[in-house]
Structure formats: structure tokens, C-alpha cells
């Protein structure tokens, strides 16, 4: 079992920068991030591999978020900059323990979901 904890949400202005972090309790593989808006499903952000080798991120983010991890503090980062108002929505972070080789980008490639963290954009 490994627990996942996010941090770094907050409210901000349009334009703004936030990092999220996300500590893992354990090692996992591909460490992702998905969010939720009010009223709509959760989608894909962004995902990183085992190494750092591979990034993936959704087409909406591409260019302002920026996914990194430090494997000794078992935590992975998401820089996210020029944020939007549509960025808004609970931020989860996702840890795959299943497989070293696979970069996720669906809910089911995950094993692990953090608790999420809010991000608010005001316009």
C-alpha cells in the first residue's frame, strides 16, 4: 500500500504560477496527475515515468505545466504557469506500481490516488 499526498493548491489570479507537490508513502513507477472541475469528469494532465525520462501532458497544458519528480524525497512536481480560469478543479496525483515501463494517461493505469488538492483561478 502506498499513501499519496498532495499539496500546493491554493487561489490565484489568472496568469499566476503554483507547484504542486506529491509525497508517496513508497516507490511507484509513472507518477500522474489528473483533475476534476465542478460539474464535469476527470481528465488527464500529466504523467512522468519512473525516471524522468518521459513526460505526457494534456494538449491544454502543454507549454505551462511542467511535470519533474525527485525519487530520494518520493515526491513528485507539478510547475503549473500562466494558469487560466478553466485550470481551476481538484488536483489528484496518481502512482502506478504495476508496471516500470508504462506512462499512463487513463484513471485505470493507476494503482494509487491521492486525497487532491484545490486549485482555484480567478479571472
Known amino acids: 500500500q502506498v499513501s499519496l499526498v498532495e499539496s500546493g493548491g491554493g487561489f490565484v489570479q489568472a496568469g499566476d504560477s503554483l507547484r504542486l507537490s506529491c509525497l508517496a508513502s513508497?516507490?511507484?513507477?509513472?507518477m500522474g496527475w489528473f483533475r476534476q472541475a465542478p460539474g464535469k469528469e476527470s481528465e488527464f494532465v500529466a504523467v512522468?515515468?519512473?525516471?524522468?525520462?518521459?513526460?505526457n501532458y494534456a494538449d491544454s497544458v502543454k507549454g505551462r505545466f511542467t511535470g519533474s519528480r525527485d525519487n530520494a524525497k518520493k515526491t513528485a512536481y507539478l510547475q503549473m504557469n500562466n494558469l487560466k480560469p478553466e485550470d481551476t478543479g481538484v488536483y489528484y496525483c496518481?502512482?502506478?506500481?504495476?508496471?516500470?515501463?508504462?506512462?499512463?494517461?487513463?484513471?485505470?493505469?493507476?494503482?494509487?490516488w491521492g486525497q487532491g488538492t484545490q486549485v482555484t483561478v480567478s479571472s
Open positions: 496518481t502512482g502506478d506500481i504495476r508496471s516500470r515501463l508504462r506512462v499512463g494517461v487513463r484513471p485505470d493505469e493507476f494503482t494509487y
Open positions: 513508497g516507490r511507484t513507477f509513472s
Open positions: 512522468i515515468n519512473w525516471n524522468s525520462s518521459i513526460t
